[in-house]
């Protein structure tokens, strides 16, 4: 089956600095993508998404970019802050016909870690 | 606050021993999900229910029942429990079934069992 994968699993960046995290997804047919972060102990928190007829979406310090040609997906973090250390996930997508399972795919995750 | 609320946070519990972890979401919401989350194999769909008295199998079904009698409610039961079934538990929300749609989730399950 298709998978989403990421391409670095662990990013250090200073506080202040931006971060961009990436993800590959291999489902050419992936019509929905979202990214979740998640910290210790808690559950996956939506942060943003973006559907497939878009390639930029923008959110509150946060940026997704959607590349269909390479089937590439990344979040980018402005002026990136401790509260930012969580991981990750992107996840994908696709409603199969006649409409059944409605299921994401999510990636393995990115360990984002913000230095002070 | 809208919420999917998951009980308990934690349990131990010995092999055999029939457990149920309850789910409960408050927005309303037609789709609902169970997800295991393991290291190094990410979150991985277990049940989900597309409406009240609709559920059916996702990717790791086996070992595990659903149940959906009301909107609101989506408990998940291992009637056997086994050791490979210690994970961490994610109950999820969505108000769309059929098309995209933000999914909501709980704060998780941590489940050991010995």
């Known amino acids: 089956g298709e998978s989403v994968g990421l391409h670095l699993p662990t990013l250090s960046v200073q506080e202040g600095d931006n971060s961009i995290i990436n993800c590959a997804y291999s489902?050419?047919?992936?019509?929905?993508f979202i990214w979740y972060k998640q910290e210790s102990g808690k559950g996956p928190q939506f942060i943003i998404d973006i559907r497939s007829n878009m390639d930029k979406r923008q959110g509150q310090r946060v940026t997704v970019l959607l590349n269909k040609t390479v089937k590439h997906l990344s979040l980018q973090i402005a002026a990136t802050q401790p509260g930012d250390s969580a991981v990750y996930f992107c996840?994908?997508?696709?409603?199969?016909?006649?409409?059944?399972?409605?299921?994401?795919?999510f990636g393995k995750g990115t360990l984002l870690t913000v230095n002070p | 606050e809208a919420q999917v609320t998951q009980n308990p946070r934690y349990l131990i519990t010995v092999t055999g021993k029939k457990l149920t972890v309850t789910c409960s979401q408050n927005?309303?919401?037609?789709?609902m999900s169970w997800y295991r989350q393991d290291p190094g194999l990410g979150l991985r769909q277990i049940y989900y229910s597309m409406n009240v008295e609709v559920t059916d199998k996702g990717d790791v079904p086996e070992g595990y029942k659903v149940s959906r009698k009301e909107k609101r409610n989506f408990p998940l039961i291992l009637e056997s429990p086994s050791p490979n079934q210690t994970s961490l538990y994610f109950c999820?929300?969505?108000?769309?079934?059929?098309?995209?749609?933000?999914?909501?989730f709980g704060s998780g399950t941590q489940l050991s069992v010995l």
């Open positions: 489902n050419s047919a992936s019509d929905y």
């Open positions: 999820a929300s969505s108000a769309g079934a059929t098309t995209n749609e933000k999914l909501f």
């Open positions: 927005m309303n919401h037609e789709y």
């Open positions: 996840a994908e997508n696709m409603v199969p016909s006649g409409g059944s399972n409605y299921k994401l795919t």
